[in-house]
C-alpha cells in the first residue's frame, strides 16, 4: 500500500488490515469506519485526525459557561443538561478565551454511530493535559466520563476546565481523541510478560518491569536522569493566556517555574499546584499495540497523574534508531501535601492489542510531538 511506503523503515510485518476480530481499531479501520458512517462530521474528518489507533475531536463553534460539572444520567441529553446549568453561550467561530477556574461544555463536530460490538473510549490529548486542562467527553444518557458504550449513537460533547492558565480556542481546535475497540480481550499478567520480553516495553533504568494484574508501572524521576538537575515544572499561579493552536510560540519561564533536584530525593506536591514530571523508564509500544495510563489509585498515594492517556503504536521507536521514550507526568495532588520519592510509583499502562497493523505510526513522520522527548512541555512551548 502507498501508506506503507511512506512509513520510516521499522521492519513491519506484512500483516492484513483486520487480523484479529476484537482489539483497537487501527489508522486504516478508522477510516473504514468513516466511510461505513459509524463516525460522523460536519465538516468532513481530515486526515491529519486519523492517529495511528485514534482519532483527534474537533470543538464546535460554539461553547457554554456551565455552573457545573455535570454527568446527564440514563434519563437526559446532554443537550438538557446544558439547557438547565448553562449561564452564557460562547461564539468560537472566531476564537474565545475559556477562563481558568471555570467550568464549559462544547458539542463537538464528531459523532457516532456504533455497531453493536464497538465501544470507545477518549481521552485529553497530550497537549491539552500539559496545559492542566481537564477535558472529559461526554455522550447523551452517559454515567461515566470518557466512556462510550458499545452500540452508542448520538453526538459527543467535551467538558473543558482549565486548571492553570486561561486558553483561547476556537471552532475546529482538537483537544481530545477517541479510540474505537471492538469486543473485550482479557488482560493477564502472563501475556504483558510476554509482550514486555519480546519488545522490551521499558527499560532496566529502574529495575525488572513490575507487571501486577495485566498492567506495567511507571515511576517517577525526581534525580534529573537528563543530567540538567531539572526533574521537572511548576506551573505559575498567575500566567498569561496560551493559544491552544499555536506551536513553539512561548517562554517557557513565562510560565512554568523549573523544579530542580533535592538532596532528599523527593518532590513534595502541593495540592494548589500543577506539576509536570518525567518517568525513570523509557517506554515503548509496539506497532501492533497501544497503551493507555489508567487512573490514578489512591492505594499508592493522594495524587492524580497523566490527564492524557494514551500512547500510540510506535511510541518510543525512534526514526533514529532509538529506543523508547521517557513518558511525561502530569501530577497534581488530592486535598493534602504529599511527598513522592525517585522511584517511586505513579501510575501503570494498559497494552492493548490492535485489529491489525496500522498503515501510520506515532512519530516525526506525522508529525507527531513528543518521539523523542525527555522532559518535555507542552507543543506550545518553545523548545
Known amino acids: 500500500m502507498k501508506a506503507q511506503r511512506d512509513l520510516p523503515d521499522l521492519n513491519l510485518p506484512a500483516t492484513p488490515a483486520e487480523a484479529f476480530s476484537t482489539g483497537v481499531l487501527p489508522s486504516q479501520a478508522l477510516r473504514e469506519a468513516i466511510a461505513r458512517g459509524e463516525i460522523t462530521a460536519d465538516p468532513a474528518i481530515a486526515e491529519p485526525q486519523i492517529q495511528p489507533a485514534s482519532l483527534d475531536l474537533r470543538l464546535g463553534e460554539i461553547a457554554y459557561r456551565v455552573r457545573a460539572s455535570f454527568l446527564p444520567g440514563r434519563r437526559a441529553s446532554v ?39 464497538t465501544a470507545a473510549i477518549a481521552n485529553p490529548k497530550s497537549s491539552t493535559g500539559r496545559l492542566d486542562v481537564f477535558a472529559r467527553l461526554i455522550t447523551d444518557y452517559g454515567d461515566e466520563f470518557d466512556q462510550v458504550g458499545q452500540g452508542y449513537a448520538g453526538p459527543l460533547w467535551v467538558e473543558i476546565a482549565p486548571r492553570s492558565f486561561s486558553i483561547l480556542v476556537r471552532a475546529g481546535s482538537r483537544l481530545m481523541q477517541l479510540r474505537l475497540k471492538r469486543g473485550t480481550p482479557r488482560r493477564t499478567d502472563i501475556g504483558l510478560r510476554r509482550l514486555h520480553q519480546s519488545v522490551g516495553l521499558v527499560d532496566d533504568a529502574a ?162 510531538s513528543y518521539q523523542r522527548q525527555g522532559l518535555s512541555l507542552s507543543k506550545q512551548f518553545k523548545r
Not at 259 to 286: G, M, Y
Not at 330 to 342: A, G, K, L, N, Y
Open 79 to 117: 443537550r438538557q443538561k446544558v439547557e438547565e446549568l448553562a449561564m452564557h453561550r460562547i461564539d468560537l467561530s472566531a476564537g474565545a478565551v475559556l477562563e481558568k477556574d471555570c467550568v464549559y461544555v462544547a458539542p463537538l463536530l464528531e459523532g457516532l454511530k456504533l455497531p453493536a460490538t
Open 207 to 368: 529495575g525488572p518491569a513490575d507487571i501486577k494484574e495485566g498492567l506495567l508501572a511507571l515511576t517517577v524521576d525526581a534525580v534529573g536522569m537528563g543530567g540538567s538537575g531539572i526533574i521537572g515544572y511548576r506551573a505559575k499561579m498567575h500566567a498569561g493566556l496560551v493559544d491552544l493552536d499555536r506551536v513553539d510560540e512561548y517562554e517557557p519561564l513565562d510560565f512554568w517555574e523549573p523544579l530542580h533536584a533535592r538532596r532528599q530525593r523527593d518532590i513534595i506536591l502541593d495540592p494548589n499546584d500543577f506539576h509536570i514530571l518525567a518517568s525513570k523508564e523509557a517506554v515503548t509500544v509496539p506497532l501492533d499495540h497501544a497503551a493507555e495510563m489508567v487512573a490514578y489509585d489512591t492505594l499508592v498515594g493522594e495524587f492524580r497523574v497523566h490527564y492524557a492517556g494514551f500512547f500510540d503504536p510506535g511510541f518510543g521507536h525512534d526514526e533514529m534508531g532509538g529506543h523508547g521514550t521517557r513518558a511525561v507526568l502530569e501530577v497534581r495532588s488530592h486535598e493534602v501535601p504529599f511527598v513522592i520519592e525517585d522511584g517511586q510509583v505513579v501510575g501503570r499502562l494498559h497494552y492493548e492489542r490492535l485489529t491489525g497493523m496500522p498503515d501510520k505510526l506515532y512519530g516525526v513522520a506525522i508529525g507527531s
